[in-house]
Structures are given as C-alpha cells and as structure tokens.
C-alpha cells in the first residue's frame, strides 16, 4: 500500500504544481490582457447608445435614426416581477456571485470539450454586460477570459443594482430593441409597467436567444422559452400555482409595432437629420438628441393628403398609360406572382397586382399578398385613351380594351367618394373596394407657413419620399411664372400707382438685343383696353404686368424684390422678370408672401424649435449663429424663440426659451403697401383666377395663381394673416403638363383641401386697415371717384393722398357691382 500511496501523492503533488503554473500562467496573461480592457473610470461612464429622435409640435415621435432602439429607463421604473424573470432565467445567482459563476463555466467547458464546440457559455448578467459594451461576440476562450477579467473589474467598480439597470437597458431583445423598455413597445405598444405576466416572462425569455425566441419570428419556440421562464419563476416561488397555470394558457400577443414613430413627414426629417449629421457629425445616432420641429401633426398629415390626392387626380385627368409588365400565368403560380409583383415599388395605397381576367365590364387581379380582388368598369373607365408606342386608340369601352390576362397594373382601395357596393358574389374574391391605379409621373410640393414667426407648419417635397428623395419644397428651383407678379405690383404702388390705376393690356412688343423681338400675351389670348390694376392682378393679365414693370424700372423694381429677399443677381434685367422668368423654390417663394399677409414683415423659415442632449439639457449654441429672431403670433400655440439660423439650404433654426415680447423682424415693406396688395389678392379669389378658393366660404383669403409658359409649372400661393401656403406642381423635368393644367387648375385644389384643414383653427378675421388708408367709391369702368348710388361702383383703398381727383359719370341702378370688395 506504501507504493499505492506514494503514487497519489507524487500525483497530488504534480498536480498542484500544474496548477500553479497554469495559475501563473493565467495571472501573466492576466498582466498582458489588463491594458487592452476599460478602466474603471470608463466603465463607470460606459454610455448607452441611444438613437436621435425627432418629435413635431404635437409631441409625436415622427422619425428616429439609429442602429440601436433604446429608451435608458432606471431600475425603480422596472416592474419587480420583471426583475425576478431575467434573474430567474439569465442568472439566479447574480445577487450571490462576484461576476463569475465558476461551476458555471466548469460546466460550459466540460460540454464543450465533449461536444468539441464552444456553444455554451454559462456568462453570468455581470459578463453579458462587460461584452455587450466593451467586447465582441465572438466565441473565443481569449474573449471569455477578457469577459471574467471585465466582469471583476465591474463588481469593483459598480453596485449589483447598477451593473443591472445596465443590463435591462442594455441587452438587444430582437427587431432592433435594445433595453426591455423599447421592447415593450416595439412588442406589445405599451409601456412595461402596463404588461401581463405572460408579456414580462415572454419578454424575460429573449436575451438567450433573440431570433430564435422571438414570438414574432418563431412563435413555437417563444412559447416553449416562456414556459421555462414561468417555470423558474413557480420554483423559486415569485409567482403562484394560479398565476402560473394561467399565464401558461395565455395566447402569444406580439406583434410588430413602430414604436409611436408618425411616418408622415420623412421629407422633414430628413432635413433635420441631414443638418444634425453635419452640425454634431456621426455621434448624432448614438447620443440620444431630441429635436423638436415646428411641425403640426394633424397639418402634416393633410399636407400629405392632399398632395396625393391632387397629383393622383392630375394623373387620371391624363388617362392609363397602359399596363407595368406582362407575365404568362401558364408559366406561373399564384405564389410564384408575389416575388415578380414585388419588382414593383409600392406606395402606401397603391399596390402592383396581375391581372388575372379581363372582361367587358370587370376585371379580376391577383396582388403581392396573395388576395384575388374585383374591380369593376366604374373604376376603370376613367382610363380614357389607352396610349401604346406606335397609335393612340379611341377611348376605350371595356375593361378588356385597357388591360389584358398576365398585365402587371397598379390597384388601390376605394376612396370614399368612389365606394359602391358591389354584387359579385364569388366568396374567394374580394368585391368591394378597390380601382385601377397608376403612379403618377407629376410631382409637386406643398409648404405652409406661420407668416408672423416663419414657423414651418407643414412641408412635403414630394408624392412619396420612398420612391423620390428629391425634397421638391427645398431643393426644386423652378420659374414661379404669375406668382411674381403681386411683387411687381407691390413695387408699383410704392412708386405711385394706386389699385385703381389704368394700364393698358392691349399687345405689346419688345426689341431685345440678345433675345430678340418678344410679343407677350394674357394666359387667355384675349387683349384688354385700359384696366385697372386691382382687376388686372386678379385676372393676371400678363401685358399689364410687362408695361408696370415698364413704366417703374427694371432696376426700381429689382432694388423693391431685394427688400422681400430676392437675389438681385438671381433676377433677369429685361422684361420677362414681369412674368416670373426667375428660379425659385416652394419654401423661398412662401417666405415671400408671408410679407404681405404678416403687414409687410420679412421673417425667415424655421423648422428646428429645440434641441436637448441625451440627458435633456438644452444645448448650447454659438452666439454668432444668432440672427433677429423671428416674431411669435401671440394667437398661435406656445413655441420656443428660435435663437440661431442654419445654413439657407437647411432652412433650419433652433430656439430655446419662450418670447417675452414679440420681436419686429425687418421691414420688408410698409403696412399701407402690404395692406392694399393683401386686399387686390382677395379679388383674385372673389372674382378672379383663384375663385375656386371660394369653397372655403371665408372672406379673409388673398391668393395668386402662378402657371409658366407651355404650362410646366403650376402655383398657387394663399394666405390669410395666420397661415400662408405655396403648392407647386410639375415634372421634375420640365415638361408640358397639358392644356389647362394651370395654377388654378392644378395647384389650387391642392390648397384647397389643405387650408380646408388648417383653416378651422383660425377663426375669420377681416384685415383692419393700418393707419393713413383711406377709402372711397370708384367707378370701376374709369378708375374715378363716383358716389355710392353708382350702379358700377365698388370700394378701393388708397393711401392718403393718393386717391383720385375726378369723379365719373354714373349710371344710376339698384344693381349693385359684383366686384364690390368690402
């Protein structure tokens, strides 16, 4: 027995001295390693990456950028039982152990070296945190031995609690979700505080394995690792028998959600992002910035409504351009459809679908999700002219003259003004609902503004952002065509003429040198004797325009423009200024008549109202960066005083505190001036060329239309004192958008069915003459004074002294003048 007993102590001693080394060995690594990992100081400071969120004025979260989607929440906010599910299924022991659980790891090694893998990994809570923020998730034995290296400098350095808090904030839970508190939403679209106790063991469930347990992706085996986690939680007696059988029963509940982002202003945001980025540099993604923007919720989402809707209209007008593709459905499935559908962009309600039948008065469409619907002729009828590369056919009369078997054709829902009831009574195919669509080619823009601050209420640059990044409302210089013409007016009436002054709109030619002879007409063809100008602003007769433009200066008139914010080196010297032959831009071009509905003040747009760190603070900005600060409209919704201006291109400004008093932005024009031009742009929509805009029954409205030669642009530009808004529309190459399609035609409705929204939050106010306004009845076929039983008679204003000397002869007549003003 002596040999037996030297031999298991020559054993032991070898053994000991084995260990001795490999402890030496791993204490010398140890030495080599330390320098690589974090200190103290930066563990205690490690920051959790938190995306930039912008929020409109509503307090509605419209955008968020980042990599990560994490809301910091601290460890009181975090219901208990939560607590109690990650600790029973990540790490029971964490409140006992140092950082490392050792049997643990023990364990992982022995399964490791018999599996010959290195699949387990027995990493404690205090070890999952050390890798997530300072290590890479590769499995390696050098990384494990930083990560238990970590970890006991972490419980040196930090409380269980905070080592914790770090890790419910920090530990990625699936679809983009880092912390429990975003996963509550992203999962269930409620706060934690709010979830059942199947919610919580669901959501205590994911860290292990995020995809693979994810009740979205893999419902089975979500409800397999909740199961487990409800188990834990009955043993180590967090919840009872009852609670745990009932929980067990509970259906999965999950689903997708978008975590409260409003997509319904990307053009917006991604302006802000843009200027964040260049302002902060990349960090912007990760320190949790919040930006609070001018925008209204509800005035964005009808600004998007109704630059849809009007572009989508324009395009019918213009009739089916025939069918996307076609496919041959012998050589396909219905499923094998949905990849090739896919092909084809999508945009909110319009979808690509195949046509399945076509026949005389109805056709049958399979789309991308696999739904068979029914669109019948009323819906389809509206195609017109079916246009192909070598003829034009006649309008079609059938559905299957306008598309075939195998055609790849655009659908959407029915609007409410086209539901009908249908009478198919197939039960496989739906058959309500539902029309031939198209994408329209046309694009615009709609930008609306507080003209007393320059707030940015509403912007959109386009029919979809998704399918065109091109921010039309900021980045489209286009000519303004007659919308340029309330700025030649205005000049007029600071250099002498007066709303009632005569000015030939008979033809005109011109002798220039580098271009030529230029003989302009009216939009109508038509010629007109002498017209006062309140009649000839309102129909915008083009040959009044030239001879003011004529008669004032060229130069005069460019000096006038400058005080609005023209360029004068953007500005042709010749006579085509008259009609608008300038480039210009939607949101520059609202800026401008934000002059005349505000009393003659130039205020600058802004979109940033605030901007905090990701602990909340305001952020400090350089005082040189600080321009007049535009005004606040005391009737308007509270908002921050901007204090500082971006880059014009960003058109972006920041403000921290709320105004004391009104500041006075710089004089563009005099009151007087702004006044009477306010009051001839009423005409324009009481009897003139915006007239449509009467279907908003207020009587506070000024507008202009504005349509381009050959008809590439199209405007409408209208205000009141509270709101003014600029709609463009055109293709982004300039093109022919067709006869007819003028300003009137195609942007005011547009504006229309915005204002219609807006409107309702401003109550009508009449504008109150300013002081040295006079008024008196003028004789509306000779520009003179008359008396108020003069049949044509109707009420101008002037400015004192400007009125005029003679009286006309009049026609006495009960019949009062239809363009009576006020």
Known sequence: MKWLSKILLKTLSYGLLAATMLGIGLGLYAVKLLPELPTIEQIRRAPLDRPLRIYNRDNQLIAEYGNERRTPITLDKIPPLLIDAVLAAEDARFYHHSGVDFLGILRAGWSNLLSKSRAQGASTITMQVARNFFLTPEKTYVRKFKEILLAFSMERALTKDEILELYLNKIFLGHRAYGFAVASQVYYGTALENLSVPEITMLAGLPKAPSRNNPISNPQRALER??????????????????????????????PRLTGV?????????????WMVERFGEAVYELGYRVDVTIRGEYQAHAEQALRKGLLDYDQRHGFRGALAHVNLEEHSPQSLTPVLRQFPSSRELQPAVVLQSGARS??????????????????????????????APPPTTAAEVVGRGDIIYVAPLRAADTNANTNTNADIETSGWRLAQMPQVSGALVSLDPNSGAILALTGGFDYYLSKFNRATQALRQPGSNIKPFIYSAALAHGFTPSSLVSAAPIVTVDGLEGVWRPQNYSKKFFGPTRLRRALSLSLNL?????????????????LEKFGFDAEQLPRNLTLALGSIDITPLDLASKFAVFANGGKRVTPYLIARITDGEGNPVALPAELCVA?????????????????APPHAILRAAEDEPEAEADPKRAISEQNAFLLSSMLQ??????????????KRSDLSGKTGTTNNYQDAWFSGFNQDVVTTVFVGFDQPAHLGNRESGAGAALPIWIDYMRVVLKDFPERPRTPPPNITHEFINKNTGKLTTADDADRYLEYYLIGTEPNHRAPRRQDKQADSETLF
């Open 226 to 255: 909740r199961d487990y986690v409800l188990k834990r939680l009955r043993e180590l007696g967090k919840i009872d028998e009852l609670s745990y059988h009932t929980a067990r029963q509970a259906p999965i509940t999950a689903k």
């Open 262 to 274: 409003k997509e319904q202003a990307p053009y917006v945001a991604e302006l802000v992002r843009q």
């Open 363 to 392: 056709l049958t469409a399979l789309t991308q999700e696999q739904r068979t619907i029914h669109i019948d002729w009323e819906h389809i009828r509206w195609a017109k002219t079916y246009e192909t590369p070598n003829r034009t």
């Open 544 to 560: 009044v325009s030239v001879r003011l433009l004529r008669a004032i200066g060229i130069d005069t008139t460019i000096a006038h």
């Open 629 to 645: 600060c535009p005004a606040q409209d005391a009737r308007a919704q509270a908002q921050p005083e901007p204090v500082w201006q």
């Open 683 to 696: 005409q324009v929509i009481l009897s003139g060329t915006g007239r449509r805009a009467q279907a908003l």
